[in-house]
């Protein structure tokens, strides 16, 4: 009963006192007599909150800052969550002030991937270099569906003409030209510099960008520069030239795609992953554990943990899909 009455959005006693009688009761609450509570402002007192809203030392300021200023002056009419309703209520609860309004941004960019080669995802990161405000700059691609490194560069600047040549690297490296169909990136000036577009559409390769300030949009390479910064052995000193940043990534990059069990992909690790040799692997756990609940079923009070390898990958997933449609998550 409880958790279909949570399902429902309601109590257990209000499905009780529905139920009382031999048939059930029609939902009375929204014709409930409701008396006005005993404190409410009067409408000379709403009327003389929306003159001070009114006034022009306060027009172009939110009720959280007329309230404490008020105070100041010795004057107090209501809160400011009062203020807000009033406001509201008379249809003067908007962007106050010179400052653009906040936009509402648009659904993020949404890719799937069914296989490896068809959507990447790249971003550059700011590698600290010997000395204060000295930096090395890592452009990394990374395939959405196995999380592969596909390809990276370590470089003294950043620039669309480096990108580019990153990119198109990456794309003879794997032998797949005419794919990935998509290439999703931040929406930095190297991202979307002239250079870069070109090589792209001599590629076939569609670019996507992340909606103007959501880091979120671009999580797979948010996650791994995450992993790589939190590496044990990271210079958080810095590097001591560009070799060494180089070489250290490339450590990096061996042990992330050849030894490193990602949780996303199954804890497989993601070369195995893109070369299809995870199905295989994922199968004799399944086996493993299937033989374990047999040998002690009364250790188990379920099932056995779901070692199917996700058939689909998105990027930004459709939050009509749950994650109970996806063995592992869809998120680096």
């Known amino acids: 009963m409880k958790l279909a009455c949570a399902e429902l959005a309601i109590s257990v006693r209000t499905f009780q006192r529905w139920t009382e009688a031999a048939e059930v009761k029609v939902d009375g609450r929204p014709d409930a007599s409701r008396p006005e509570p ?52 008379e249809g003067e609860q908007h962007h106050r002030g010179r400052s653009r309004a906040p936009r509402k941004l648009g659904p993020p960019p949404r890719h799937l991937a069914v296989a490896p080669g068809q959507v990447w995802s790249w971003d550059v ?63 930095g000036s190297p991202q979307k510099g002239a250079t870069l577009m070109v090589t792209l559409d001599n ?51 061996r042990w992330y795609n050849h030894e490193h069990r990602h949780s996303g992909i199954g804890y497989v690790t993601p070369d195995q992953r893109h070369s299809g040799v995870d199905q295989l692997l994922l199968a004799k756990r399944h086996a493993v554990y299937q033989a374990a609940r047999q040998q002690h079923p009364e250790r188990w009070t379920s099932d056995t943990r779901n070692w199917e390898p996700a058939r689909e990958v998105w990027l930004n997933r459709p939050p009509e899909l749950t994650g109970d449609q996806l063995p592992f998550s869809a998120v680096a």
């Open 38 to 89: 005993a404190n409410k402002l009067s409408a000379e007192e709403r009327q003389q909150v929306l003159e001070v809203c009114h006034r022009p030392e306060f027009a172009s300021l939110p009720p959280g800052q007329i309230v404490p200023r008020l105070a100041d002056a010795g004057e107090y009419l209501a809160s400011e969550s009062t203020f807000y309703r009033i406001l509201t209520a």
């Open 125 to 187: 990161t700011w590698l600290s270099g010997p000395v204060r405000g000295l930096f090395f700059f890592l452009y990394l691609i990374l395939d959405v569906y196995s999380r592969k490194i596909v390809g990276w560069e370590v470089h003294e600047r950043e620039s669309a003409e480096l990108a580019s040549e990153v990119v198109r690297r990456a794309v003879l490296a794997e032998g797949c030209i005419g794919s990935p169909r998509v290439l999703h990136a931040d929406n």
């Open 203 to 253: 590629l076939g390769i569609q670019p996507s960008y992340s909606r103007p300030r959501v880091s979120d949009d671009n999580a797979y390479s948010e996650s791994i520069f995450r992993t790589c910064k939190y590496r044990p052995g990271y210079p958080y000193q810095g590097f001591a030239d560009l070799d060494a940043a180089r070489n250290w990534v490339l450590s990096f990059v």
